[in-house]
């Protein structure tokens, strides 16, 4: 690869009555320009990515980045879009504009604004990232979704309500650091692996603390090809990148298998000539505790049916061999659809960098890997990211 992230900028997740799609946008932009020490002026193109589908009334919304600063306009302008995956999908968008020297320098900015909606039109939004011939009548939305994976999983390799538990409480943990987190708070495993009025059962076998949150905010980041990056203060180096796309009927593959997820961590940690032992760190894609810990295997850290282990082991903790999701993870950072996959970077390039809080910072971090996820295991984003030498 031969592109760089040379400015961030993240807005705290949460619930934001008072901001809107336009304001979350403008605020985030401003923001990362600042960032970068760059004007509007050099920036070469802009790319937006929401996932929307009903969470907000203003469609075409990518024109909406140059109401950041009046000299962004007329400069090229895209929204895109891949379910939860739309950050990522944004982000490889902006790379692509960079390698075939069509620009230099692109703007790319993940949002969402998802609280404006009760709970049923949530569900309901959400549920448009399934297939709707078959997943449509499921109930509880895309929770029910992942229950029914859950179910599956269960029934392969047992019960791992211990697992799952042990998940959201590392995430909660790593999340108490974190001032962008919607939720900062260590929740602890007793908590979470116990129903209770707190922690109610949402769907199936999947308590409050195994999903996600509706959240609200954006984040941004800023590319540039690898001869205008030498000369900035801020650079940390994509070195590789990978996409696929699975069937999107669940009947149509082994839906606890995430076999896309796989094949994205083998191209991309094959392009970058890395093991996963290599890495530093990973931020992956826990829409649900089960995905954290199918994601385990998936990735290659476990045998199948074995994630389990990574927790028992201690390998994913902070201390461990390879920490995941040091954010706190979209389950207590919060996941706001558009804007997950760009979080999920500037989180990643914080730490590369040397400037996450103190609490959840490594001790000279190298390697980084990012695992986003769209829809139940359809689309499939890793990259691997690395510090500038």
Known sequence: MSACIVGWAHTPFGKHPEEDVESLI?????????????????????????????????????????????????????????????????????????????????????????????????????????????????????????????????????????????????????????????????????????????????????????????????????????????GMNNAVRFKSVSHVSDFLPMSKRDIIQFEGCTRAWQQALQAASVTLDDLSFVETHDCFTIAELIEYEAMGLTPPGQGYRALEEGWVYPDGKLPINLSGGLKAKGHPVGATGVSMHVLAAMQLSGTAPPEIQLANPKLAGIYNMGGAAVASYVSVLETRD
Do not use: W
């Not at 050099?42 to 950041?68: C, H, Y």
């Open 26 to 230: 403008v605020r985030v932009t401003q923001d990362v320009l600042a960032h970068s020490e760059l004007s509007a002026a050099d920036v070469d193109e802009v790319v937006l990515g929401t996932f929307n589908e009903g969470f907000s009334p203003q469609g075409f919304p990518a024109s909406l980045i140059l109401q950041a600063d009046n000299e962004l306009r007329f400069k090229p302008a895209v929204r895109v879009e891949n379910a939860c995956a739309t950050g990522s999908a944004a982000i490889h968008h902006g790379l692509r504009a960079i390698e075939s020297g069509q620009a230099r320098l692109v703007l790319v900015v993940g949002v969402e604004k998802m609280t404006a909606l009760s709970g049923p039109e949530i569900g309901n939004t959400l549920l448009k990232a399934a297939y709707l011939k078959e997943e449509g009548d499921i109930k509880g939305g895309f929770a029910g979704v992942f229950a029914r994976i859950c179910d599956l999983y269960y029934q392969k390799y047992g019960n791992q309500s211990d697992a799952l538990a042990r998940i959201a409480a590392k995430n909660h943990a790593n999340g108490v650091h974190n001032p962008l987190a919607q939720i900062q708070k260590d929740l602890g495993y007793d908590f979470c692996r116990t129903l209770s009025d707190k922690n109610p059962a949402v769907i199936g076998n999947l308590k409050r603390t195994d999903c996600s949150l509706v959240s609200d905010g954006a984040a941004a980041i800023v590319l540039a090809d690898e001869e205008t990056a030498r």
